[in-house]
């Protein structure tokens, strides 16, 4: 049983595709929220875990800020706005581009609204090729928003500056009890994290648009008495030429993302698991306010 005496609860925002999730995980220790090249590619908000010494800090990775086109897209900026309340700390997560954009100033005057400290860190690091280019970054949203905590240069991708990022979240820990159980470093349900690796799979595997407009919903999620789980799921798309698309040519498509599925909820869940999938057309859904409440993406 760990020693738990003080929480901090940051939240992790910016634009789409900066590394919110990919820094969570790595933080985290473990993927608990799915990351791929395309944008939008969090949809909800999601806690990560991390236990340190006394201190734990549960960190909500949130979807990237964005011009909404749908009332899903609607809901993601919502999230957005609302995770930026009731927390100690925001964390703006950026490019090394020394530009202060549309999306993030429009985060740090919501930040601002809510009187919230905040860190900056700057992304991908590991891109740079002269560190000083990283002194123009500085300084661009130094002029933009003179009052950060930090400014920390990080890599999600390979640890760089991760360790001192920690150290950083720790000072806003409050005295109080464990959020969370030993062992637990997400609130979402296993069912939804495995919905979730399905849909990173369609990210990765489908081309321009087509994977934004699919939904995964899990049908059946058993467990056998010897532990191997029984996993159902439906793939929601927007139209019938996209659901040709998604299962290919004899079927390939879907046995090449449902074969990628199966290996990382097998990992995820330690266990050999039985997946069956289908392919759905709900027309608009995107647009359907009782649908996607549904789906889990519930506005209260």
């Not at 340190?52 to 909404?68: A, N, S």
């Amino acid at each position: 049983m760990s020693n738990i005496k003080k929480t901090a609860m940051i939240t992790v925002c910016g634009r789409p595709n900066v590394g919110k999730s990919s820094l969570t995980n790595a933080l985290v220790g473990e993927k608990v929220a799915i990351v791929s090249a395309k944008p939008q590619t969090t949809r909800n908000r999601i806690c990560g875990v991390v236990n340190r010494g006394e201190t734990q800090l549960v960190l909500l990775d949130t979807p990237g800020l964005h011009k909404p086109r749908s009332r899903l897209g609607d809901y993601m900026v919502k999230v957005v706005r609302q995770s930026l309340s009731a927390v100690e700390c925001a964390l703006l997560l950026v490019e090394p581009i020394p530009h202060v954009g549309t999306p993030e100033q429009v985060l740090l005057e919501r930040i601002q609204e809510e009187k919230l400290p905040v860190i900056l860190c700057i992304n991908k690091v590991d891109t740079v090729e002269k560190k000083d280019d990283l002194l123009a970054v500085i300084a661009a949203y130094n002029e933009s928003y003179p009052a950060f905590d930090a400014i920390i240069p990080i890599s999600a991708k390979t640890g760089e500056g991760l360790d001192e990022l920690l150290t950083e979240l720790e000072k806003y820990a409050q005295a109080g009890p464990q959020l969370f159980p030993d062992g637990m470093t997400t609130d979402q349900a296993d069912s939804q994290v495995c919905a979730e690796i399905v849909r990173e799979k369609m990210l990765q595997c489908l081309d321009k648009e087509i994977p934004h407009g699919t939904a995964v919903e899990v049908t059946r999620f058993t467990e056998r008495d010897d532990g191997i789980i029984d996993l159902n799921v439906t793939i929601y798309c927007e139209k019938s030429t996209h659901k040709g698309i998604i299962i290919g040519k004899n079927g390939d498509m879907m046995k090449r993302i449902s074969t990628l599925a199966r290996q990382d909820i097998e990992g995820f869940m330690g266990t050999k698991v039985y997946l069956e999938t289908w392919v759905k057309v709900k027309e608009n859904w995107r647009d359907n306010v009782h649908f996607i409440r549904a789906q889990g993406y519930n506005e209260e």
